[in-house]
């Protein structure tokens, strides 16, 4: 009987990679596209970082906010509506040339984006053992960077037929993949949470802020880590796109194709490297290692710009750094609590959130006073995060020895 519980539990997770998998790679279509779009519209170079940024803060607001709902009413109940309002939402944002409603286009694809993997997380994460959790979240953000991987290469095809169908793409894609979690997907639920009452004020899309400050002090740092590391992270990653195209002159396809390759070599670190090192390391030092070596990677990058196509591998390489960086993120804080996995894999997500959207605010003002600056600023960041984890450490040293 516990055998065919433990079954059961697998099934449903293998079902959430295979549908988050489908999710990503319908949420990449566009990428590969915007820069053309925003070539076909006039815009600002500067443009590109306000959307992701405005796109950003509703995932940093949802994320926790409807984590917290579907542990209480059934991740099932909100996650089939997760693709239909993206694809929706991008549809608006590739055929609407008014700018305010650009805007708000990108919010709610922000919003549904944020529940999307907020809910995923929580559903893999609160079937999972312990010992399992690392692995298993893992697996989801394999499957979340080599659907990315797919999404781009179509979007970066159809977008150089015509940068707006890759977004008629989304919407098509969006409504059949809800149709399929439909129908695939099994609901999750205590008991204990059909029967309890929710208190109205404890969920709402504000309380963001209130669900950080419940954490225990750790997290509460490692939230602040999780930030800093989205900060540094997003301001390069998010500029790339627009690097490439508007200081390499590529086509919207050859972005497509590069962003496949890097993410097929991060799909490599989260689904077959990650796996081995955390049966020999413990999490927090490989999470520390990785950040360093994505410095000692981006510092290659900056001075060697302008060499070929050594940079080019190099970035793929530094991408699988950070991808190892943020699954291990949500790993680590997930660990430290047994309930309530929607609303704190939510948590852990809107802080990375929120560092992508700060990241992605500065990414495209840096890209137009200078196309290294976004390189400069990923180094500088990302060496903070590091001194800062060495300085938890060291505390964390002295307490032990203190004792």
Known sequence: MEENKELEKKKNINKMIIMMFLCVIVYNFGHPGTPALIEMRGWEKSVSGELLAFMSVA?????PYLGAIADHIGMKKLFIFMPLIYGTSQLFFG???????????????????????????????????SGEKAKNIA???SATV??????QKIGGMVADIDPRY?????FICGSIVSIIILFLMKEIIHKKDKTEKIDPKKLNPFATFKYIKELDNYSKYFCLIILLSGIGIYSYANALNYFLRFNEKVSSNTIGTFVMFSSLTAFFGTAFLLEKLVLKFKEKNIYKFMILIGIIF???????????????????IYTMSYEIVRS??????????????GKILGVASAVGFLGNAIGSLLSGHLLKMSEFLPFITNIAVMGIVFLLILLNSTRTLATLVVR
């Open 59 to 63: 995932m940093f607001i949802s994320s």
């Open 95 to 129: 055929f609407v040339a008014q700018l305010p409603l650009v805007f708000i286009a990108r919010v709610v694809s922000g919003f549904a984006s944020g529940g999307t993997y907020a809910i995923a997380f929580g559903y893999v994460s609160q079937l999972s053992k």
């Open 139 to 141: 697996k989801v953000s």
């Open 146 to 151: 080599i659907g990315g991987a797919i999404g």
């Open 166 to 170: 890759s977004f008629v793409l989304q």
């Open 298 to 316: 981006m510092a290659v990058i900056l001075f060697r710009i302008k060499s070929g196509i050594i940079p080019y591998v190099i970035m793929a």
């Open 328 to 341: 291990l993120g949500n790993t680590i804080i997930a660990k430290r609590y047994k309930e309530n996995q």
